[in-house]
């Protein structure tokens, strides 16, 4: 694991700098992996994860590109996020990714559906918390893929950018637990047997409670109770 964030890390450095592509297209993989002395096992973990983060773009036989926004986009992103919070970050996602989930199970593709099976079971199966996170984000953002509107999955990458700030992911470490992590990967479960059944209304419901008791905890850790007065 320490190998592949090494890499995820190094990736995310060079993109962020410019170095790493040619008129937008990354090298070859098995150069890449030459070049940063991995194996191609783990140069393509870390590509699918830049790939769910929305930094990459894999084209079957066309190679691999990166997805550069708008610098105006960049710039009212980056202003954006100065002045934003947990807290809010998890409204909106209780505001957009219920109705994602519902729209999902109408318009997913049975190989969507199957990719969601696969990464439930990768949060149910998960022995760290860096392999769950890794599985859990995958997870929703192929729910948003799946919800086959495009303003939606920006807004739910501009959202996945925010948790990727270092104060997010200490805050999303601290308040989780294996017990939780158990909790949640049995609602993702759930949440893909309302998709494949074409259950907008449970796909809805399951995705609310999923999130609402993430942002319940989010908050009992940011405002922990007073203790009791004697």
Request: aromatic fraction near 6%.
């Amino acid at each position: 694991m320490e190998r592949y964030e090494t890499t995820l890390t190094t990736l995310r450095d060079l993109l962020a700098s410019g170095e790493l592509s040619q008129s937008g297209r990354l090298p070859p993989e098995r150069v890449l992996a030459g070049d940063l002395g991995v194996g191609r096992r783990t140069l393509r973990k870390a590509l699918s994860a830049l790939e769910q983060e929305g930094r990459i773009l894999r084209r079957q036989g066309r190679g691999t590109f990166v997805n550069e926004p708008s610098a105006s986009h960049v710039g009212q992103l980056e202003q954006t996020f100065e002045h934003t919070n947990p807290i809010e970050v998890m409204e909106v996602r209780l505001a957009i990714e219920p109705v994602m989930a519902r729209l999902a199970s109408v318009r997913a593709s049975r190989c969507d559906i199957d990719r969601l099976t696969r990464l439930a079971d990768e949060t149910r199966t998960a022995e760290d918390a860096a392999t769950y996170e890794l599985a859990d984000a995958a997870f929703h953002r192929k729910i948003a893929e799946a919800a086959r509107n495009v303003l939606f999955l920006s807004i739910y990458d501009a959202l996945a950018d925010v948790r990727r700030d270092a104060s997010w992911s200490n805050l999303d470490e601290n308040a989780r637990c294996f017990n939780r992590q158990a909790l949640y990967a049995d609602l993702h479960v759930e949440l893909v047997q309302a998709i494949a059944a074409r259950d907008g209304d449970r796909a809805h419901q399951v995705m609310y409670s999923h999130l609402s008791d993430v942002q319940a905890h989010i908050a009992e850790k940011l405002f922990p109770a007073a203790d009791p007065v004697d």
